[in-house]
């Protein structure tokens, strides 16, 4: 009443008391003596309090009473019992106040309850207490912790971890099969790597075990890389690749292995010392040789015609006899030669080392040719004349040609092995006394003049066919001037390289210095056809080069009239082989 206002107007002073009650239920407890606690009396004034019943107990801490019906500033209501949350509702959903009863659920936490790998709880509610439930963690796959280390259960949450089996150890454990956000595996033991497989290839992470190799290097492939470091059990090394010899230093001195590099060297062998060693099978850039001593040559039989290099060996040649001299000491093919007069015109002017250099002439008027001297060789394309004495006959026969040479064609490069089966055939028998080069008084150097006129000074011309013989210049030029002067030809040819049919087959070869028209020689006398006319003689015959020499110098005595004037063919043939004569018969 002493709220109201002093209007009488009976509906706002109800309208007062309405507010009144809102006002409590925005916020009971603080609103001092907001409703009736007892009603006046005649005797007695009303009572208020700020609980919303009569019977309210704010002693407890949680609520046993509450106002189901609440008092107003003019009426007073008794408070009703809080419900005790059991049986099918064991828990408590919101607790009670004031104004409002407990309400009680059977979900363990609010509000959707306890759900497997959804929502958790570290307590569960009671009959007087409500817990919140908690939304189970889900491991980011794309975070830092994608792997479910513990699964959730209803009372504790997922755990994450950056790896990917639960009992990660990164020296001794990998994951065979990985974790996934919502399932936890168990992780395997490492491969130790032992025994013939010693050595890591590929460490191990987190999803991968490690492999193990009998290489201590990864990617190691022999004679193409090396160990430069090795690796371990538990560590991998790369290998370097091993190092290419080139350059200065382009062979190979010791070989790449597993641990050690190519070593590479200048020298061609292994071990090679100047003047001691020499390289009888030289190193590549990817293989290595030893040197091999070089050979000493006996002073007291042999003389060294060249020194010893990194490459060759020391050239031994047995001396010579003291009548003979080393020719071509020069060259791996030095052969010793009889000691040579000097040739007309000459006379001795440096002396000879007996069985090692020849001795060297000079200018001297020509000499007068007188019995028992010389009959010269003179080869064509080589340019080497060889004066050949005939010693025809022994004691009984004392008989000599004199004053006629015979020259010798041929094309140096072709016949050089077949003049000297010729050569040896006379000196065997004694027959070649000396030889020269060239006439170095008259010509100072070789040409075709100076082939023309020894041609046109000769007893008899040989002439030893090749396939290339009628294309060159110096032998067609002696066969014209042999033709001219009418000079007896022997034709000649190799018969351990050449057949007879391979032999007239040359007669056809065009060539540039002998064409069939238009010569010198007037038509259808060509050099060729002239030398083709005559019989081929063999003069080289590995099955009996005895008798094929014989054929020789048969048709030497022949052909030659310088030979059958001065002696009977029976004499030629004593005096060359010093064979018994024979009773005359067709053949002899």
Same mark, same amino acid.
């Given at each position: 009443?002493?709220?109201?206002?002093?209007?009488?107007?009976?509906?706002?002073?109800?309208?007062?008391?309405?507010?009144?009650?809102?006002?409590?239920?925005?916020?009971?407890?603080?609103?001092?003596?907001?409703?009736?606690?007892?009603?006046?009396?005649?005797?007695?004034?009303?009572?208020?309090?700020?609980?919303?019943?009569?019977?309210?107990?704010?002693?407890?801490?949680?609520?046993?009473?509450? =106002?189901?019906?609440?008092?107003?500033?003019?009426?007073?209501?008794?408070?009703?019992?809080?419900?005790?949350?059991?049986?099918?509702?064991?828990?408590?959903?919101?607790?009670?106040?004031?104004?409002?009863?407990?309400?009680?659920?059977?979900?363990?936490?609010?509000?959707?309850?306890?759900?497997?790998?959804?929502?958790?709880?570290?307590? %569960?509610?009671?009959?007087?207490?409500?817990?919140?439930?908690?939304?189970?963690?889900?491991?980011?796959?794309?975070?830092? =912790?994608?792997?479910?280390?513990?699964?959730?259960?209803?009372?504790?949450?997922?755990?994450?971890?950056?790896?990917?089996?639960?009992?990660?150890?990164?020296?001794?454990?990998?994951?065979?099969?990985?974790?996934?956000?919502?399932?936890?595996?168990?992780?395997?033991?490492?491969?130790?790597?032992?025994?013939?497989?010693?050595?890591?290839?590929?460490?191990?992470?987190?999803?991968?075990?490690?492999?193990?190799?009998?290489?201590?290097?990864?990617?190691?492939?022999?004679?193409?890389?090396?160990?430069?470091?090795?690796?371990? =059990?538990?560590?991998? %090394?790369?290998?370097?690749?091993?190092?290419?010899?080139?350059?200065?230093?382009?062979?190979?001195?010791?070989?790449?292995?597993?641990?050690?590099?190519?070593?590479?060297?200048?020298?061609?062998?292994?071990?090679?010392?100047?003047?001691?060693?020499?390289?009888?099978?030289?190193?590549?850039?990817?293989?290595?040789?030893?040197?091999?001593?070089?050979?000493?040559?006996?002073?007291?039989?042999?003389?060294?015609?060249?020194?010893?290099?990194?490459?060759?060996?020391?050239?031994?040649?047995?001396?010579?006899?003291?009548?003979?001299?080393?020719?071509?000491?020069?060259?791996?093919?030095?052969?010793?030669?009889?000691?040579? %007069?000097?040739?007309?015109?000459?006379?001795?002017?440096?002396?000879?080392?007996?069985?090692?250099?020849?001795?060297?002439?000079?200018?001297?008027?020509?000499?007068?040719?007188?019995?028992?001297?010389?009959?010269?060789?003179?080869?064509?394309?080589?340019?080497?004349?060889?004066?050949?004495?005939?010693?025809?006959?022994?004691?009984?026969?004392?008989?000599?040609?004199?004053?006629?040479?015979?020259?010798?064609?041929?094309?140096?490069?072709?016949?050089?092995?077949?003049?000297?089966?010729?050569?040896?055939?006379?000196?065997?028998?004694?027959?070649?006394?000396?030889?020269?080069?060239?006439?170095?008084?008259?010509?100072?150097?070789?040409?075709?003049?100076?082939?023309?006129?020894?041609?046109?000074?000769?007893?008899?011309?040989?002439?030893?066919?090749?396939?290339?013989?009628?294309?060159?210049?110096?032998?067609?030029?002696?066969?014209?001037?042999?033709?001219?002067?009418?000079?007896?030809?022997?034709?000649?040819?190799?018969?351990?390289?050449?057949?007879?049919?391979?032999?007239?087959?040359?007669?056809?070869?065009?060539?540039?210095?002998?064409?069939?028209?238009?010569?010198?020689?007037?038509?259808?006398?060509?050099?060729?056809?002239?030398?083709?006319?005559?019989?081929?003689?063999?003069?080289?015959?590995?099955?009996?080069?005895?008798? %094929?020499?014989?054929?020789?110098?048969?048709?030497?005595?022949?052909?030659?009239?310088?030979?059958?004037?001065?002696?009977?063919?029976?004499?030629?043939?004593?005096?060359?082989?010093?064979?018994?004569?024979?009773?005359?018969?067709?053949? =002899?």
């Amino acid at each position: 009443v002493s709220r109201v206002h002093p209007q009488r107007d009976v509906r706002r002073a109800i309208q007062h008391l309405n507010n009144d009650k809102g006002l409590y239920e925005r916020n009971p407890l603080q609103t001092a003596r907001a409703v009736q606690l007892t009603a006046p009396t005649e005797s007695s004034n009303r009572a208020c309090t700020p609980f919303p019943c009569s019977d309210f107990d704010n002693t407890t801490i949680i609520p046993t009473k509450y =106002a189901k019906f609440p008092s107003t500033p003019t009426s007073t209501q008794r408070c009703a019992n809080v419900t005790l949350c059991d049986g099918d509702s064991p828990y408590q959903q919101s607790a009670p106040t004031p104004l409002s009863d407990r309400v009680c659920t059977n979900k363990a936490c609010m509000p959707q309850g306890l759900l497997r790998n959804v929502t958790w709880a570290v307590v %569960a509610s009671t009959s007087t207490t409500t817990i919140t439930c908690q939304n189970v963690t889900s491991c980011n796959t794309r975070g830092t =912790a994608p792997y479910q280390l513990k699964a959730p259960t209803l009372s504790s949450n997922r755990e994450c971890s950056p790896y990917p089996c639960s009992d990660y150890d990164h020296r001794t454990k990998y994951a065979r099969v990985p974790s996934t956000a919502t399932t936890t595996r168990i992780c395997a033991n490492l491969t130790v790597c032992r025994g013939n497989t010693s050595f890591q290839l590929d460490p191990p992470t987190q999803l991968s075990d490690r492999s193990c190799t009998h290489w201590p290097c990864v990617e190691f492939v022999a004679n193409v890389t090396f160990a430069a470091t090795s690796s371990t =059990a538990t560590s991998s %090394a790369l290998c370097h690749p091993v190092t290419r010899c080139s350059g200065n230093t382009s062979y190979q001195l010791s070989p790449p292995g597993v641990y050690r590099d190519r070593n590479c060297t200048g020298d061609m062998c292994v071990g090679y010392v100047p003047q001691q060693t020499w390289a009888k099978t030289p190193s590549t850039n990817t293989t290595s040789f030893k040197c091999v001593n070089v050979t000493k040559c006996n002073p007291s039989t042999q003389i060294a015609l060249q020194p010893p290099t990194e490459s060759t060996d020391t050239y031994c040649f047995d001396t010579c006899k003291p009548w003979q001299y080393i020719a071509d000491d020069t060259t791996n093919h030095a052969s010793c030669q009889n000691t040579t %007069a000097c040739p007309p015109g000459q006379h001795e002017t440096e002396p000879g080392s007996p069985g090692v250099t020849n001795h060297k002439c000079g200018p001297d008027p020509p000499p007068q040719w007188t019995d028992g001297q010389v009959m010269g060789i003179v080869c064509g394309v080589a340019g080497v004349t060889l004066i050949v004495g005939l010693l025809m006959g022994r004691r009984s026969v004392n008989r000599f040609l004199v004053g006629k040479v015979i020259f010798v064609s041929y094309r140096h490069r072709e016949s050089k092995t077949t003049f000297q089966t010729v050569l040896t055939a006379l000196t065997a028998k004694k027959l070649v006394t000396s030889f020269k080069v060239f006439d170095p008084i008259n010509f100072p150097e070789p040409s075709k003049e100076a082939m023309q006129l020894q041609v046109q000074q000769s007893a008899l011309v040989l002439a030893i066919l090749s396939p290339d013989y009628f294309a060159s210049d110096y032998c067609c030029t002696e066969m014209r001037a042999a033709i001219e002067a009418e000079i007896p030809i022997i034709p000649v040819y190799d018969g351990d390289r050449f057949l007879l049919d391979d032999v007239l087959s040359w007669k056809d070869k065009e060539t540039e210095f002998d064409p069939d028209v238009n010569n010198l020689l007037g038509p259808g006398k060509s050099v060729r056809s002239s030398v083709y006319r005559l019989n081929l003689v063999r003069v080289v015959d590995t099955m009996d080069q005895k008798a %094929a020499i014989q054929n020789l110098f048969r048709k030497m005595g022949e052909r030659c009239p310088a030979l059958r004037e001065r002696i009977s063919w029976l004499e030629w043939r004593r005096a060359l082989f010093g064979l018994p004569v024979p009773a005359p018969d067709s053949t =002899a």
